[in-house]
């Protein structure tokens, strides 16, 4: 059989399997249109459109008809991407602004912890108004520190505060936080300079939502001790603002941060509790059960309950997978059929992306769908021999098959996911599998049942005895995080991988869960060759932070820093990228320090210094005196044009990566605005002082 025929083979053989790419030809062209080097026109956006709909009208079951097809939903993708960004309009700060006072609603209170165990609060404002002639962003996130007057979504306030521009990514190809807000409809962040004054409140169905969110916090917060209320609100409001950083690095280094949040695992235990409690309830009464279908009845409720724990939790796109999901297997139970299959995945990805197409480059929606995915097309191989394991088989075999179902479950879903864990948080667990064997039934038997009964009894004043449970639960949950947190290689470094490393390793895995036939194991060509990608990185020499705070040497698996106070966050995201063993301070004397890198000498200044003849030459001010001599000379104005640097030092020259390179000219990307292009403005709001 020749190679032409044994691909049509597959190709029919398969056929049935192909729908199942449509979401990931969709986010293949959002990809292209977030990797664009400058922001297309809304007319690319139409085309593409036009496009996907000839493609849909001319489609039939021809190969060359389901190519364009398949082109026409990377080009629905990319006009999905394009309208979502159109659409959203935010407006972004791109530089500081002096204080002044506004006025704006309370959308959102975030509760954060201090290192003494008390809280803090961080606002979202909208609706801002100030007496001045910039122009504010439709939203902030503001933080509010000391003890204030506590306050609540609706409320209208008036407070002097300062506002900064959202940070830039603090590494080149580091993670673009600017994006990110732009997409939450955030344009600037701020700290409060006086207390809040009250003015009045405008209550909406969305604040009043949020309000009833805050308060399910609050009351886990004030009937738990710490960090157990944290933990609660997590796991129930899905605001985990509240757990001390601390431990959420226990929780991350043995494997167990997808606990922490509100993921597809919580959303199905809740619809089993749900599912087990109705329609048991209808079984302990005979008429009722005689006369309708405690099945369907059970379904149901569970579509029901299962919303209102989706709209409670803050629509987490893990929650929002699960809840499709969940909906369209009580959807054919309603209907006599079996509808848990990978369709109902892609439709789910489907859904998802065509509504919010930014979500694919969240870590939420990478994580969920590569651990579902891997979980379905796993028990999708041994379904059969498990079956037949069971027949006849008596209590042991039964422990046996649900252990090892455990326990493969933790080891397919860790390992789906660890492509993903390297490249976004540069880590991974070695015990993740032994921490889930334990954690996930105590989540699942005990914690997710006592909290669902607590919020419904809550009310009634009959919550005292599954929250006591629930205290238990969480912790047993917390002693076996710690516990495993505490072993040997429960968190290893590791080093930003290539991007083509990456995406061959995805693409490599897709192939390998969404076909059926043999063709499937090319799959594991592009995931070992993108596994060998990852040992041909070379790290950067120097890295400069946008804000031209602070720059680094990163020599023999070691960063050694301009300035260990200035830029902590800069410097442990910097650590984290290129798995460096230790931070360390350079050799500083009066604002200037020395090195050496690749024999060169190495300056790094916040004072004018004299030139040195090839030498390299960093100055985090701006350099007033031209250095023709040296090798390399880099200063503010750079720095404040290009973003963040990593600069390569070779013996023939360098070469240099820029944040805004990569970047590109985009809505969400810092303007370099001078300061002689920016607006006067007046702070004073009507002449009203804040109060003291």
């Known amino acids: 059989m020749t190679l032409t025929e044994r691909l049509r083979t597959y190709i029919f053989n398969d056929f049935q399997r192909w729908p199942l790419w449509l979401p990931v030809l969709l986010g293949l062209g959002i990809s292209l249109y977030f990797y664009l080097p400058v922001e297309p026109s809304y007319l690319w956006g139409v085309g593409c459109f036009l496009f996907f709909v000839l493609a849909l009208l001319g489609a039939r079951l021809r190969t060359f008809r389901l190519v364009m097809l398949s082109i026409g939903f990377i080009a629905l993708g990319f006009s999905a991407a394009l309208y979502r960004t159109h659409s ?111 003015i009045g409140t405008k209550p909406t169905w969305d604040s009043n939502l949020e309000k009833s969110r805050e308060e399910i916090t609050a009351y886990f917060l004030n009937h738990l001790t710490p960090p157990k209320g944290g933990i609660a609100a997590a796991l129930i409001t899905g605001d985990k603002a509240a757990i001390p950083e601390e431990i959420r690095e226990v929780f991350i280094n043995s494997g167990l941060a997808h606990i922490l949040a509100i993921s597809g695992l919580h959303l199905s235990i809740i619809a089993g509790v749900v599912f087990l409690i109705i329609r048991r309830g209808i079984a302990l009464i005979p008429s009722l059960c005689l006369a309708y279908n405690s099945k369907k009845i059970a379904a149901i409720g569970t579509i029901l309950m299962t919303l209102l724990y989706l709209i409670l939790s803050g629509f987490g796109i893990p929650a929002q997978r699960a809840f499709i999901m969940i909906s369209m297997v009580m959807g054919a139970i309603l209907i006599n059929r079996s509808a848990l299959s990978l369709r109902t995945v892609a439709l789910a990805a489907f859904v998802i992306l065509l509504i919010t197409p930014e979500a694919l480059l969240g870590p939420s929606f990478q994580l969920s769908f590569a651990a579902v995915i891997a979980l379905i097309t796993g028990y999708e191989a041994f379904k059969n021999p498990l079956a037949h394991f069971m027949v006849g088989g008596g209590p042991i075999r039964r422990f046996i098959v649900y252990s090892g179902g455990l326990a493969f479950t933790s080891f397919l879903a860790t390992l789906a996911t ?275």
């Open 88 to 198: 959203l309009k935010t407006e972004m700060l791109h530089y500081p602004l002096r204080p002044l006072l506004i006025e704006g609603r309370v959308s959102q209170v975030e509760l954060k912890p201090t290192k003494k165990g008390e809280y803090y609060q961080r606002l979202i404002l909208t609706e801002l108004k100030a007496e001045t002639a910039e122009k504010l962003p439709q939203k902030i996130r503001l933080t509010m520190k000391g003890k204030r007057e506590r306050l609540w979504p609706g409320q209208i306030i008036r407070i002097r505060v300062k506002l900064n521009p959202i940070s830039e990514p603090s590494i080149p190809r580091g993670f673009d936080f600017r994006r990110q807000a732009y997409f939450q409809g955030i344009g600037a962040t701020g700290f409060a300079l006086s207390p809040p004054d009250v």
């Open 418 to 692: 660890l492509p993903f864990t390297i490249a976004l948080f540069h880590r991974f667990s070695l015990h993740a599998i032994e921490a889930n064997l334990v954690a996930v039934p105590l989540t699942s038997l005990v914690i997710m049942p006592s909290a669902l009964l607590t919020c419904l009894l809550a009310p009634l004043g009959l919550g005292e005895g599954p929250l006591w449970v629930f205290d238990k639960g969480l912790d047993g949950l917390i002693m076996i995080a710690s516990s495993v947190a505490s072993w040997p290689g429960s968190n290893i470094w590791v080093a930003s991988p290539p991007f083509l490393s990456f995406v061959l390793v995805v693409l490599g895995g897709l192939w390998l869960s969404l076909w059926s036939d043999k063709w499937r194991l090319w799959g594991l060509l592009p995931i070992g060759f993108g596994c060998s990608m990852t040992f041909w990185g070379v790290a950067p020499d120097i890295l400069i932070d946008g804000q031209g705070k602070v720059a680094a040497l990163f020599d023999k698996g070691n960063l050694y820093v301009s300035s260990v106070r200035k830029g902590k966050f800069t410097a442990e995201t910097w650590q984290q990228a290129l798995a460096a063993n230790t931070i360390d301070s350079l050799d500083c004397e009066e604002g200037v320090c020395k090195a050496k890198v690749k024999n060169k000498p190495l300056i790094i200044t916040n004072t004018q210094q004299s030139c040195i003849k090839g030498g390299i030459m960093i100055h985090l001010e701006p350099c007033r005196v031209p250095c023709l001599e040296a090798h390399l000379v880099l200063d503010r104005y750079d720095v404040w044009r290009g973003g963040s640097h990593a600069v390569w030092i070779t013996e023939g020259g360098f070469s240099i990566e820029r944040a805004r390179d990569i970047q590109g000219e985009r809505p969400w990307t810092a303007l370099s605005i001078p300061r002689k292009d920016r607006p006067d403005y007046s702070a004073s709001l009507g002449g009203i002082q804040p109060k003291p």
